[in-house]
């Protein structure tokens, strides 16, 4: 569990480089914990969603789409428990004033208290360590398992989160002092001041999620759609929570897109566990498969009763080892008829679907896989950055190279001439780019030379380029070089299309 990491650092570094992310607002200094994808990573971001929706609506018979407000109505946050609820523990330090998430400062002092422990491991001197001699009745120890070292803080209460910060003195990390305020509540959720009506009439917020556009709308969706229980309802859309975060770039950001479902059904008909059972093997072949993200860098953790809702009965989060540890990727959730319910309840509407058989009215459970979309991003990232020698010695003899499923890799393919001062060259590659364009995803450079272009390509991912030389001009034939091999052939110009679109089956 390194703390600052390396692998983060240059995948920041290179998100900027290339144009995959940067800071937002940055020529006014910067907001904090905000974002702005740049030409690479809005392809890559739109062709993960395309993804996504191809394969949890398009390819599937149970599934409709949606796409709500993003400013909405107090009272569904009301109704949905986020006014109330949705709130983050916060702690400040009286000496230097910084303001902190409670749960980040333990995780912090935790993982400094881990490594001092590994260095004790290292040594043979057993634990000296004051998170692993807690006694063994007592909760706190229980926080840590302490064979695999994992721990779970996020989730925990108010009063235990303060108890473990005054049980083990934890320091502030900005100036070392141990002087603490108590753990006060942040409300997550944006509001926003509608019109010149003033107070609670021209309340509105932003949503602090797209689930509640789902249940809002059930009711319009069951009237107006061809559905029948089980079925989902799918949302791809910006989410907010006001979250003073740590830093860990596009992990955990204030904005952030989101794909959520609400697979509604009827408990009497449909088995719980078994549809939960279908929604992991769905989520795990989504990203093993189709995202091409390594399996050992995956897996699944079941929710402590502290950090489940108390409406839910099982929640589980599908995890994936970032260069921070392991943490939640996508979440799925049994949540029963608590939304459709305080919905039903504080809007007095009947929210109820009649089975067409029976006539039974049936108020649906649901079942809520929901994943942020730029987290996904971060992953693809992260698990395709690779650092290799090359054979062909480039200028060090070593590449950066980023292995992205070429499905959704930004660009397909580049194409470039061989010499940028030869007109009849850049010609036929202008002509090749024009064509290929209009089945792919395709860029041009000209610039320095071939290696250079190479080695830009590599770093955005793009499976192929194409070069055209003089031999194209008299046997119709270019060079593709494939971006992991790094091998080459010879190809027909009038075969290209049909080349890439096999290669991306
Ligand atoms: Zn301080």
């Known amino acids: 569990m390194a703390p600052k990491n390396e692998t983060m650092d240059k995948i920041v570094s290179l998100a900027k480089r290339r144009g995959f992310f940067y800071p937002g607002s940055e020529i006014y200094g910067g907001l904090a914990n905000t974002y702005d994808y740049g030409p690479v990573g809005t392809e890559l971001l739109r062709n993960i969603k395309n993804l996504w929706w191809k394969y949890f609506v398009q390819q599937r018979s149970d599934m409709v789409g949606l796409d709500a407000g993003i400013i909405s109505h107090h009272k569904i946050w009301e109704a949905s428990g986020h006014v109330a609820g949705f709130a ?177 059904f009827d408990p009497e008909t449909t088995n719980w566990e078994e549809a939960f059972e279908k929604w992991k093997s769905s989520m795990w072949e989504f990203v093993t498969k189709h995202l091409g993200i390594l399996e050992t860098n995956l897996k699944w953790r079941e929710h402590t009763d502290e950090e489940r809702s108390f409406y839910s009965t099982r929640t589980e989060d599908l995890d994936y080892k970032f260069p921070f540890g392991f943490k939640e990727l996508w979440g799925l959730a049994y949540r029963t008829n608590y939304d459709l319910t305080q919905h039903s309840t504080v809007s007095k509407k009947d929210l109820t679907i009649t089975d067409p058989y029976t006539q039974k009215k049936i108020l649906p459970h649901v079942i809520e896989p929901a994943v942020g979309l730029t987290r996904l991003l971060l992953m693809v990232l992260i698990d395709a950055y690779t650092e290799e020698g090359t054979s062909a010695g480039g200028s060090e003899g070593k590449r950066t190279v980023l292995k992205i499923n070429p499905k959704i890799a930004p660009y397909k393919v580049a194409v470039f001439p061989l010499l940028a001062n030869k007109e009849e060259l850049v010609g036929k590659a202008q002509e090749i780019y024009n064509e290929l364009k209009q089945h792919f995803m395709v860029t041009f450079d000209a610039r320095g030379n071939i290696g250079k272009r190479y080695m830009a390509q590599d770093e955005i991912g793009t499976p192929w380029c194409v070069t055209v030389d003089f031999d194209s001009l008299d046997d119709g034939t270019v060079t593709i070089r494939d971006r992991d091999t790094m091998k080459q052939e010879r190809i027909e110009i009038a075969k290209l299309v049909t080349y890439f679109q096999e290669k991306l089956g």
């Open 88 to 264: 983050d523990a916060m702690i400040d330090c009286k000496n230097c004033k910084a303001r902190m998430r409670a749960d980040h400062l333990i995780e912090g002092y935790y993982d400094e208290q881990l490594k001092i422990q590994e260095e004790n491991d290292k040594l043979g001197k057993g634990s000296y360590v004051p998170i692993f001699v807690v006694d063994e009745e007592n909760w706190i120890s229980n926080i840590i398992d302490k064979k695999t070292r994992n721990y779970q803080i996020e989730g925990l209460s108010t009063a235990k989160l303060q108890e473990v910060i005054e049980r083990f003195k934890i320091k502030c990390p900005n100036c070392g002092k141990n002087d603490w305020t108590a753990i006060r509540k942040f409300n997550q959720l944006f509001p926003v001041q509608l019109g010149i009506v003033q107070g609670e009439g021209g309340m509105g917020y932003l949503r602090g999620e797209t689930a509640q556009g789902m249940f809002i709308n059930f009711r319009n969706v069951v009237d107006s759609n061809r559905v029948r229980l089980p079925f989902g309802i799918a949302q791809i859309g910006k989410g907010f929570r006001n979250e003073i975060t740590p830093g860990n770039s596009i992990f955990r950001t204030i904005e952030f897109e989101m794909g959520e479902i609400e697979y509604f």
